[in-house]
């Protein structure tokens, strides 16, 4: 998604349309750039003094399943609250789930550069006349309370990159011997080189540009459920391939406000706008996916001004001082150990809310678990949820799971549980026992079997310093419509003994054609491929390998992981609603069944870490409603929208 990279419209126009008299004036009402199905502002809600709210009833036994930031951002919630019944389960040996940080170098202990194997960068939603950290996301509270170093991820077209190569075609787009376009755009507002690709820029700029100065305006305001209401009816049934195609309107009409046209490109343009997408990597493996998640993406600023998290750090790299930072072993509440906390790359985040104890309490969660032998139980798989004639929910799960001839099936009973699991793994691993449809509608069951997940396939490596201090002649950012797709180039800090190269990032149909080669293979393939793309291009003949440790590099394969089964759930057209109807599950249902469902599974934001956040305090606000917990800062259920769905 490079067209347009970090694409800043959002954060731009929001700049001026907060100047813009609002008709409505709410403690929890979101203000622009912020997802757009429910308009409210979770920072305000949880970053108060006393968090969400006061448990009544802290006896209420509460089960996560699911170590994850989804699964640790609820317990710690709950914890806050008071709830001093809350059980955290997880099936492997470490926290963070598909925030996963690997060393790149392992010459020193404590110093090394992280590799991001899944989330890598996040959006803080700010405006661009203010700071990231004033954005109004949960990232942005959890960021400042943990005291996390961050910086412009270096994004291929972005200021943040000092050039970025583009190598279409085998380099013929402007004719001639073999070459890649350089585009440096160190204002953040140049256009890419070459007339082919600046044409493909401005008709994907237009439509985006009028569509995210009409949603500006109305967003927050009596108006926005409605106009929300009526983008999604335009192309929720559209895939991001027709709406590439669709014709542009030459006005936007009042009377039809969700109707924004498509961006009218060719056939040869869309082949070009497949490769090179729109913000943040190629979008070609997007193409069949519904229409609104791009749009999503780039319209409501998921792709605005991305931060790379450097971890609980000082500008050195080296971890501040922290809980359990020097231990050698931590152990969860059977006495199992686990990965001890490093604070480094953003698995830093899952570190912190686990270990790092809350102004409002006595302990970190971490500490309170241990307080009870089945507070965390970490290396065990949950197998069963069965509901119980007197309403509680019975956790079957298998403790030392990872160790077959060790293995133990046990249980533990809970008044209330929250599933925060890829909805693959719940269809495959998990029985739900005695749910009523009452409980658990067949249609929430099928959405959930039915989502698509997609794969994703990172190839990071150490870089020398030498590539980013000396080299002249390679781009930074390297996009392609080769196997390999998008190469980025990236430094941390100048204490670290090397910098990263993301050698190949590749989605869906990309990520899978790569299946079949082990891992030393496709390392080697993926370092071939671009020094045979940098030879052949007569502006560049030089190759990238000598700068590369490719006896360290790092493959991940989301798909293929077993505590994952995929890397982001997305949605075809047509599904739109029925993922809404997930999101929906905890306020229809949960008070009745026991069970909340929460996480990327039951979003409609696929691959980010905002609707984590988002899903697991929505699980908390209705565990909160349903134990009569006092909500603070004046916050009530009459206050908190609700999702909108076709009937």
Known sequence: MTIGSSYNYPATVATDASRTKRSIKKQWAARFPNPPDLCFDYRALVEQANGIARATDPQHKICVIGAGITGLTAARELHRCGFAQVTLIEQTTRIGGRHLTVPGSRKSTVNHTPFE????????????????????????????????????????????????????????????????????????????PGEELQKVYAKWKAFADRMTRHVAEVYATEDWEIVWAAIVAKYESVSFRDLVRMPALKAWDPDSPGDFGGMGMSAQESAIFYAIGIGDGSWGAFYDVCSLYPLRTAIFGFSSQLQLIHGRVNSSGEPLPSPYLQGETVVDSMGLSFDRPRYLGLAALSECLLFMKPEETAKSLYEHCLERNDGLLTDASVTKLEKLTNQKIRVHFNWKHSQPEQTRERFLDFDSVIMTLPSWLIETRIALENFTPRMLPFETISAYKTAHWETSCKVFAPLKKTFLSNNTRIPQAIVTDSFIHDVYTYRYNDSYSYDCILLSYTWEDDATKLAAFSDKELVTRCAKELDRILMNCANIQERISPYIALDRAVVQRWVTDKNALG?????????????????????????????????????????????????????????????????????????????????
Request: charge should be negative; aromatic fraction near 14%; include cysteine.
């Open 117 to 192: 194997m899944g989330a890598m960068r996040m959006p803080f939603f700010n405006r661009a006349d203010e700071p990231p950290t004033s954005g109004r996301s949960l990232m942005v509270y959890y960021t400042k309370t943990f005291e996390l170093l961050f910086s412009d991820f270096a994004n291929p077209g972005s200021a943040a990159v000092r050039s970025t190569g583009i190598y279409l075609r085998e380099g013929s787009m402007e004719g001639g011997h073999p070459s890649m376009l350089i585009w440096k755009n160190e204002d953040g507002h140049t256009p890419p």
């Open 567 to 647: 890397c982001a759930k997305l949605y075809r057209p047509g599904t739109y609603y029925d993922a809404v109807g997930l999101m929906k599950y905890n306020r229809d249902f949960g008070h009745v069944s026991g069970l909340y469902l929460c996480g990327e599974s039951f979003s409609v934001d696929a691959g980010w870490t905002e609707p984590c956040f988002r899903g697991a305090v929505d699980a908390v606000i209705h565990i909160c409603d349903k134990t009569a917990a006092r909500f603070n800062g004046g916050f009530s259920m009459g206050e908190y929208p609700h999702y909108q769905v076709a009937t």
